[in-house]
């Protein structure tokens, strides 16, 4: 299964309607968290919001995990050893306030298990490779910290 999470601040249609496309052509089964967002999966199941709980059930059971660039669900997927894609809203396309998501996926994708798409062409061209995608080594504390203390330099550099 996988599990895509789009946030709670602002929808991601582009996103959610990317994944429910291919979910659709390639019989796959897909959970969405999609906020506010217009678009409703006709494929593939979905929360509008999840308490804490249902979204870390959903995580833990999903081969894949698909996001926008939110550092807490990519933390998240790296502590459970999920392979996840990341794809960043654009402001161009009226999705963010601002393009700081686009200048973090460069960074993004040096992380093990982590994987950027910023088109949708990106997103399907890695989900039809999703069998070659692995999750980050396991993390103990002394690494998480260091990954923290990494993204907490890239973002504010």
């Given at each position: 299964?996988?599990?895509?999470?789009?946030?709670?601040?602002?929808?991601?249609?582009?996103?959610?309607?990317?994944?429910?496309?291919?979910?659709?052509?390639?019989?796959?089964?897909?959970?969405a968290?999609?906020?506010?967002?217009?678009?409703?999966?006709?494929?593939?199941?979905?929360d509008?919001?999840?308490?804490?709980?249902?979204?870390?059930?959903?995580?833990?059971?999903?081969?894949?995990?698909?996001?926008?660039?939110?550092m807490?669900?990519?933390?998240?997927?790296l502590?459970?050893?999920?392979?996840?894609?990341?794809m960043?809203?654009?402001?161009?396309?009226?999705e963010?306030?601002?393009?700081?998501?686009?200048?973090?996926l460069?960074?993004?994708?040096?992380?093990?298990?982590?994987?950027?798409?910023?088109?949708?062409?990106?997103?399907?061209?890695?989900?039809?490779?999703?069998?070659?995608?692995?999750g980050?080594?396991?993390?103990?504390?002394?690494?998480r910290?260091?990954?923290?203390a990494?993204?907490?330099?890239?973002?504010?550099?």
């Amino acid at each position: 299964m996988i599990f895509v999470a789009v946030g709670t601040q602002f929808p991601f249609d582009r996103l959610i309607q990317c994944i429910d496309e291919w979910a659709a052509e390639n019989n796959m089964p897909v959970h969405a968290q999609i906020a506010s967002g217009k678009y409703t999966p006709q494929h593939a199941s979905y929360d509008r919001f999840m308490t804490t709980d249902d979204f870390n059930e959903k995580l833990t059971s999903a081969d894949l995990i698909i996001s926008h660039a939110g550092m807490g669900n990519i933390i998240t997927a790296l502590e459970n050893n999920k392979p996840i894609i990341v794809m960043n809203r654009q402001h161009q396309l009226g999705e963010h306030r601002n393009d700081h998501q686009a200048d973090g996926l460069e960074w993004m994708s040096k992380l093990s298990g982590v994987y950027t798409a910023s088109s949708t062409d990106e997103m399907c061209d890695l989900l039809n490779r999703k069998h070659e995608l692995h999750g980050s080594e396991h993390h103990d504390m002394a690494q998480r910290s260091r990954l923290i203390a990494f993204l907490d330099q890239a973002i504010n550099a």
